[in-house]
């Protein structure tokens, strides 16, 4: 089983920036791939980054150019660097972490990006 818990999210003015953690936990193994889902009020969550096991990385249109997916191998832990955010940024976001085994979910942490 594994546990996955981020944490860096808060309130921070547009442009502004935030640097989110997911740390994982428990046995972690045939790893696929890792990365961060969002979901905005009453929208659906959607992807905005993902890192392959082998470090190939893809992001959401929305947030190429400002947003920074990276590991810590030594500390099980992905990073999801957040600049020049913008007020449509305001979400739940999400750690994702694929197995060949299952999905696993972080519980997720708010991002409020105010005007």
């Known amino acids: 089983q594994v546990q996955l818990a981020e944490s860096g999210g808060g309130s921070v003015q547009a442009g502004g920036s935030l640097r989110l953690s997911c740390a994982a936990s428990?046995?972690?193994?045939?790893?696929?791939?890792m990365g961060w889902h969002r979901q905005a009020p009453g929208k659906e969550r959607e992807l905005v980054a993902g890192m392959s096991n082998g470090g190939i990385t893809n992001y959401a249109d929305s947030v190429k150019g400002r947003f920074t997916i990276s590991r810590d191998n030594a500390k099980n832990t992905v990073y999801l660097q957040m600049n020049s955010l913008k007020p449509e940024d305001t979400a739940v976001y999400y750690c994702i972490y694929v197995t060949i085994f299952s999905t696993y979910w972080g519980k997720g942490t708010l991002v409020t990006v105010s005007s």
């Open positions: 428990g046995s972690i193994s045939r790893l696929i791939s």
